[in-house]
């Protein structure tokens, strides 16, 4: 039942990502035993008190960010892998009619985290050179064409040929393999005339983080959104000062931010990429084809 100023929804859609599976991985730690599922696209089935500007029958997506110290839905509080449930009323976003449940339900991490990196964080200018680092993951993807519609020019770093394949026929400009290419900064620095990229996104961790210092030009940016590979890193801070690079980091995106990227994939200007819809029995199937780093997009989840 919805407490006062909830609403109890019927899960229509809800995204899976890898704090499902570790929840380190969204800087909190939740009460155990727990629902998980961040990303939910619901409709509403009963109001709690004090409930205001909201109907039953309306379509919602949910803002995950409970703010400040309360966490996130999915994490500290059950979440969407469900067929129902009860979030507070002021994190719902109306959707638009036309809209796919399911794709709308690849938004609230991935698509809002990396509009806030790219336009609240970075303000991209739109003349810039822009690596992105795990390009075929939901993240990569959404910042791939954030930064796209904003001008700039687009280079995607990927683990494998074929990911690579699908990047560049996705638009990417072009397209480096690092599994097994140690030398992939001096094919970047190739790629750019020697020039190197203004700004690295990297939503994966410290692992590639010598070669991002490699092939950013002085006075570019680092900006880091992930710890897959690890919550430390090791640098030449005499490298960093002398060339003057920039490194920033961002929390997960929300409130402005999605309601900004709800409206551009309203318009047709942004599309999340699903790689599966998978029915919520086959949860832990998800879970682990998303350990196994063989998706293009996003995987969801359907009651």
Known sequence: EPASGEVLLRVLACGVNHADR???????????????????????????????????????????????????????????????????????????????????????????????????????????????????????????????????????????????????RLGCAVVFVSRGAADWPRAVLRATGRRGVDLVVDPVGPALWSGFLRVITPGGKLLSCGTLTGETAALSLAELQSREISILGARPGGGADLSRVLSLVSLGQLGPIIDRRLPLESGVEAYDLLDSRGLLGKIVLRP
């Open 22 to 168: 570790r929840p380190s991985f969204a800087g909190v730690e939740g009460p155990m035993p727990r629902v998980v599922g961040l990303e939910i696209v619901g409709e509403i089935i009963a109001l709690g008190v004090e409930v205001q500007g909201w109907s039953e029958g309306e379509r919602v997506l949910v803002d995950p960010s409970l703010g400040g110290a309360r966490g996130l839905i999915g994490i500290t509080t059950d979440g969407g892998h469900a067929e129902r449930v009860t979030v507070p009323a002021e994190n719902l976003h109306r959707l638009p009619p036309d809209l796919d449940p399911e794709l709308a339900a690849a938004l609230p991490i991935a698509f809002s985290s990396a509009w806030h990196l790219l336009q609240g964080r970075a303000r991209l200018k739109g003349d810039e050179i822009v690596l992105i680092a795990g390009a075929s993951g939901a993240f990569g993807l959404a910042a791939a064409q954030i930064a796209n519609l904003a001008g700039c020019r687009v280079l995607a770093l990927t683990s494998s040929e074929w990911k690579a394949r699908e990047l560049k």
